[in-house]
C-alpha cells in the first residue's frame, strides 16, 4: 500500500525564520515520484516540485528546498527566511509507476506571522 | 506552466437541483483528467479519473450515479452532481495530465469550485 504522512498539521513561525515541512511516504514501487504543491487561501493547488525516486540529489529553487532522503523514505521541504506570502497549506504527494493516481498526505498548514 | 481552469469558482444551488463545473485545459490538451473534493481542512480525495472519449473511472465509495463526469474532448471535462444535497457541499478540484508530455507524470490542478447546497 502506499501512504503519505505528514505529521505536522500546523506551523507558525516568525517572519524570516526557516522552516522545515516533513513528508514521510510508504511505496513498495521501485519506481516513484514525490511531489510538492502549495494551496493558498484562493484553494488552488500550485505545482512546486516533482522528485523521481532515482534522483536523490537535493533541490534549490530561491528560498525553496527539499531533502529526499530514500534510506528514511523522506522528502522534506525547507523554506529559508519564510515570508507571509508562504501562509498557505502544503501537500506533498506520491505517484506509483504505472498509475496516474496520486496519493497525497494531509497537509501541514504553514502560517508566518509578520 | 501548464494552465488548467475550472468554473465556476463559487456555486450556490438549492438542494435537490443538479450543478455542473467545467474543468478545462488551456493551452495543452489532456488526455486524463482527474476530480478531487476536499472537505474543510482535510486532504484531497480523489473522486474519478476521466480519459478522453471513455467513460470515467471511479474510486470506490464514489457514486457514478450522483456525480457524472464526462471528458468529450481534449480540453474539456465536466463533473455534475445531480439531486444535490448539503452534504456534497464541498470544494471539488479537477486535475490534468499533458498527453504529449514525455515527463508525463506531473498533474496540474485548477483553481477549485467551492459548492455550497442549501
Known amino acids: 500500500a502506499q501512504k503519505v504522512t505528514q505529521a505536522q498539521t500546523e506551523i507558525s513561525v516568525v517572519e524570516k525564520e526557516d522552516v522545515t515541512l516533513d513528508c514521510v511516504y510508504e511505496?513498495?514501487?521501485?519506481?516513484?515520484?514525490l511531489f510538492w504543491y502549495k494551496q493558498p487561501p484562493s484553494g488552488e493547488l500550485v505545482f512546486l516540485i516533482r522528485r523521481n525516486s532515482f534522483d536523490e540529489q537535493n533541490e534549490i529553487s530561491g528560498r525553496y528546498s527539499w531533502n529526499f532522503q530514500k534510506s528514511t523514505s523522506s522528502f522534506n521541504f525547507t523554506i529559508t527566511a519564510s515570508q507571509v506570502v508562504d501562509s498557505a497549506v502544503y501537500f506533498c504527494?506520491?505517484?506509483?509507476?504505472?498509475?496516474?493516481?496520486?496519493?497525497f498526505g494531509t497537509g501541514t498548514r504553514l502560517k508566518v506571522l509578520a | 506552466g501548464a494552465v488548467v481552469s475550472q468554473h465556476p469558482s463559487r456555486v450556490i444551488c438549492k438542494s435537490g437541483t443538479s450543478v455542473k463545473i467545467e474543468c478545462r485545459s488551456l493551452?495543452?490538451?489532456?488526455?486524463?483528467m482527474f476530480w478531487y473534493r476536499q472537505f474543510p481542512k482535510q486532504s484531497l480525495m480523489l473522486m474519478a479519473t476521466?480519459?478522453?472519449?471513455?467513460?470515467?473511472?471511479?474510486e470506490q465509495g464514489v457514486e457514478k450515479d450522483k456525480f457524472l463526469i464526462n471528458h468529450a474532448s481534449l480540453t474539456l471535462s465536466t463533473l455534475t452532481v445531480t439531486s444535490a444535497h448539503p452534504e456534497d457541499s464541498s470544494f471539488y478540484i479537477c486535475?490534468?495530465?499533458?498527453?504529449?508530455?514525455?515527463?508525463?507524470?506531473?498533474?496540474?490542478f485548477g483553481e477549485g469550485s467551492w459548492l455550497t447546497v442549501v
Open positions: 511505496t513498495r514501487d521501485t519506481t516513484y515520484y
Open positions: 476521466s480519459n478522453e472519449g471513455s467513460k470515467a473511472t471511479y
Open positions: 493551452d495543452f490538451q489532456a488526455t486524463t
Open positions: 504527494a506520491l505517484k506509483g509507476s504505472g498509475t496516474y493516481k496520486y496519493i
Open positions: 486535475s490534468a495530465r499533458i498527453g504529449n508530455d514525455p515527463q508525463g507524470n506531473t498533474i496540474y
